[in-house]
């Protein structure tokens, strides 16, 4: 069966500070890969998404970046921290051809 | 801008009694809906889903109705329990998954 890692679980980080957020998908081959963010309180919003290795395709300008350097590894970047950055990342996959969306646990980040 | 529009906020209901959260979108581009139920600090879980082509998918105690010619789609959740307390995002699916603002449910024992 799949499963989607994320770490880490928390991070509090100060502004102006670099982030990394790694996502891990295991039981599948060539997945699309997601990162969406929830502020507190809100719905889920969609940062990136990838189809491939070093395909990366970016739904809203902001301070963020994304890479998939291996073809189920999928990661979050800033060189320098917003404090609106903060929020609640969620790495998902899909199967090509398929529908169903499944997330992982989450990243809680906080820029103080 | 949303795309989905998703409605009540919040809601409470007595134990046995029915949930209903209500979608709207205009995309017609989206074809595909799911529901997610989300507990706090963990991520969103798949919890039912159905196509465009389909007015009715239930699936235990979770029924979605859908009104293609409204653009319009709703969850249902019959006999809720409190292990049901959650928030409830509805989804649209065209590139990635559009949200609505999600709604938390409340079940009083």
């Known amino acids: 069966s799949q499963t989607i890692h994320q770490w880490p679980a928390t991070l509090v980080q100060p502004v102006g500070s670099p982030l990394s957020l790694e996502c891990t998908v295991e039981?599948?081959?060539?997945?699309?890969l997601y990162w969406y963010r929830q502020a507190a309180g809100r719905g889920l919003q969609l940062l990136f998404y990838?189809?491939?290795?070093?395909?990366i395709s970016s739904e809203v300008p902001q301070n963020l970046s994304a890479s998939r350097p291996q073809d189920r590894q999928f990661i979050l970047s800033s060189k320098k921290l917003l404090l609106s950055d903060s929020g609640f990342y969620l790495c998902?996959?899909?199967?090509?051809?398929?529908?169903?969306?499944?997330f992982g646990p989450g990243t809680r980040l906080t820029v103080t | 801008q949303q795309q989905v529009k998703q409605s009540p906020q919040s809601l409470i209901v007595q134990k046995g009694g029915i949930s209903i959260i209500n979608c709207a979108y205009e995309?017609?581009?989206?074809?595909?809906f799911p529901w997610y139920q989300q507990f706090p600090g963990k991520g969103p879980a798949l919890l039912i889903a159905?196509?465009?082509?389909?007015s009715e998918k239930k699936e235990g105690r979770f029924t979605i109705s859908f009104n293609k010619s409204a653009k319009q789609f709703s969850l249902h959740i019959m006999d809720s329990q409190p292990g049901d307390s959650a928030t409830y995002f509805c989804?649209?699916?065209?590139?990635?998954?559009?949200f609505g603002a999600g709604t938390t449910v409340t079940v009083r024992a």
């Open positions: 990838s189809v491939g290795i070093g395909q």
């Open positions: 998902a996959w899909r199967l090509k051809g398929g529908d169903e969306q499944y």
């Open positions: 159905i196509r465009p082509d389909v």
């Open positions: 039981g599948t081959s060539n997945p699309n």
């Open positions: 995309n017609t581009a989206f074809d595909y």
């Open positions: 989804a649209a699916l065209n590139v990635g998954l559009s």
